[in-house]
């Protein structure tokens, strides 16, 4: 039995950095309903702001994990060796 991806990764890979956008909008609303939820449980105000950040730090983070599928991915096409042969090498043009 031959181990292959699946058809439908690409879409699914695509769809998924497609919406790196939605899902920092989404972060961040789920910490500001966190943050109204802890002002309507203890009154203090300033707990709205411990949410806003928790939704921020989320979205940064949904960044973060965006940014290293990413950098895997060209690294694995850096690597390939259909297109060594093709890399430019600034080193030796100085010469």
Do not use: C, H
Request: glycine share 10%; charged share 25%.
């Amino acid at each position: 039995m031959q181990d292959s991806e699946p058809k439908l990764k690409k879409v699914v890979s695509g769809a998924n950095d497609l919406s790196l956008g939605i899902s920092i909008v989404v972060a961040i609303l789920i910490g500001i309903a966190i943050g109204l939820g802890l002002k309507k449980l203890t009154g203090a105000t300033w707990t709205l702001w411990i949410g806003v950040f928790i939704g921020v730090g989320a979205a940064f983070r949904n960044i973060q994990i965006a940014y290293k599928k990413q950098k895997a991915s060209l690294d694995e096409l850096a690597n390939d060796p259909r297109y060594k042969s093709r890399r430019f090498d600034y080193e030796e043009d100085k010469r």
